[in-house]
């Protein structure tokens, strides 16, 4: 079964640095298959029989955590259920170009209803959000982003549980698990 692993906190602002081949290699060393990546964030594409996610968010941040020396949380999501989202995906997602457009991705054992209960409703005026099971898609305008309540949960408990890509790393990672 193809998945992929969405690693929360890497190479970002200089911080918490893996390189993409070290990544790969990590994986193909615990006996996962077809594995390649995509860009510096950490998006890992793989095969293996296993077909529980929570039991692969175990066993990868485990592994991860013993390779790199520090916990990286991530999130795992079958093809199928990345494409069942975007098949789904709210009408007004990635619809307006002035818009911000990002696919939240809770990782387990949180669940997108957990999220959205701590980070409150949307403010209609600034923000659309919309969760499809593990995956909340959230849009915002560029001109009023810094009002919404999703642009302020950086540091916050909920952001910790959570790992963000936007709209267009989303459908490229789709492309590349078919």
Known sequence: MKYVALLRGINVGGKNAVRMADLKQCFIDAGYSEV?????????IFETAATSEAKLVQTIS?????RFGWP???A???AHQLGEALRQAPSWWEQDPTAKHNAIFV???????????????AKPEYEQVEALGSVIFWTAPLATFSRTRYSKIVGTAAYQQVTIRNANTTRKLLALLQ
């Open 36 to 44: 390649s990546t995509y860009i510096n964030s950490g998006n890992v």
């Open 62 to 66: 485990d592994m991860l955590k013993r």
């Open 72 to 74: 990286i949380a991530c």
């Open 76 to 78: 795992v999501v079958s």
């Open 107 to 121: 990782i387990a054992p949180a669940t997108a209803a957990d999220i959205m209960r701590v980070v409150g409703a």
